[in-house]
């Protein structure tokens, strides 16, 4: 299953690209190699070997993989989301993760091509944490988490929004809460480039929110009674976020009902926010960021 997981990750134009660098640098090396040992007089020809017999073949078999790599990831799916077993590999869980994002989440105009692979990295490495540690109780802490985060995050953007500037600066002010919010969670004072991270942040916060509670409902074989608040939130978060971000004419930000969720201190929040914004804001792969924000939600 892990080959047929890795060529089916091939169908994806970043892998492609990544593994062209990898191929071509091996290739290179080779090349040299071969240099050195039977000599500069024989460089056309082993010049036209490695690029014609080794390189090109595989590139293009690689970029074969366009097209079937995403069916072979529909076959992997079919084969094993009936399984109990489905989430014991790496594998299997990064499978049934995009399938459940590719079903619940549609990501707004605001969000970076990436943030859609990010959020399904994050959801999946998440949900190996929590299954290992604690077990379905755990991922739906983790999902119940990330929607209370949402929710002061979102509630802090509506409240710099329709704050004067020189009320709305107090929002930022280091150890001071609106009574929503941890104070650093928004700057409405802020550069249009940071506002738009932290809006971004928000929508993948609300991805990640509603790809977790997905997944807890599907290994617990039945809806959780706060999903329903929790894909609402997330769908009128990555909304208003879009709205703020793109400056649309739309609604004020209208209160949702705070789903169910673990008590969470400011200090806390800003933690996870900050984790989240930087794993974000980082680009991919960011193994050691995205680290350190399983650790903070963990925690």
């Known amino acids: 299953m892990k080959l047929r997981y890795m060529l089916s990750r091939l169908g994806e134009p970043a892998a492609r690209r990544s593994f062209g660098r990898w191929w071509a640098g091996i290739c290179i090396a080779g090349a040299v190699l071969s240099l050195l040992i039977f000599g500069r007089g024989h460089g056309f020809f082993i010049a036209t070997i490695w690029l014609l017999c080794v390189f090109a073949p595989v590139r293009i078999a690689i970029e074969v993989l366009h097209t079937q790599g995403p069916r072979m990831r529909r076959d992997l799916l079919r084969s094993i989301e009936h399984r109990d077993d489905r989430y014991a590999t790496h594998e299997g869980a990064a499978v049934m993760v995009e399938s459940f994002f590719a079903r619940e989440v549609r990501l707004p105009r605001l969000a970076p091509p990436d943030l859609g692979p990010k959020v399904i990295e994050a959801a999946t490495r998440v949900s190996e944490r929590a299954l290992r540690d ?166």
């Open 134 to 299: 604690e077990g379905p109780s755990g991922l739906l802490d983790a999902g119940s988490t990330c929607a209370a985060l949402l929710h002061r995050w979102i509630g802090a953007v509506a409240a710099g929004e329709v704050m004067p500037p020189a009320d709305a600066a107090e929002i930022r002010r280091p150890g001071e809460t609106n009574g929503a919010a941890p104070a650093t969670l928004w700057n409405p004072q802020a550069s249009v480039q940071e506002q738009w991270a932290s809006l971004r942040a928000i929508t993948g916060m609300a991805a990640l929110a509603k790809t977790l509670i997905a997944v807890y409902e599907d290994i617990a074989g039945r809806s959780w009674e706060g999903g329903t608040r929790v894909r609402a939130l997330a769908e009128a978060a990555m909304d208003y976020a879009d709205q703020v971000g793109l400056r649309l004419d739309g609604p004020a930000w209208e209160e949702i009902a705070a789903v169910p969720a673990p008590d969470l201190t400011p200090d806390r929040l800003n933690q996870l926010a900050g984790a989240w914004l930087t794993f974000c804001a980082t680009p991919p792969p960011a193994p050691r960021r995205l680290r350190a924000f399983v650790d903070a939600l963990a925690a």
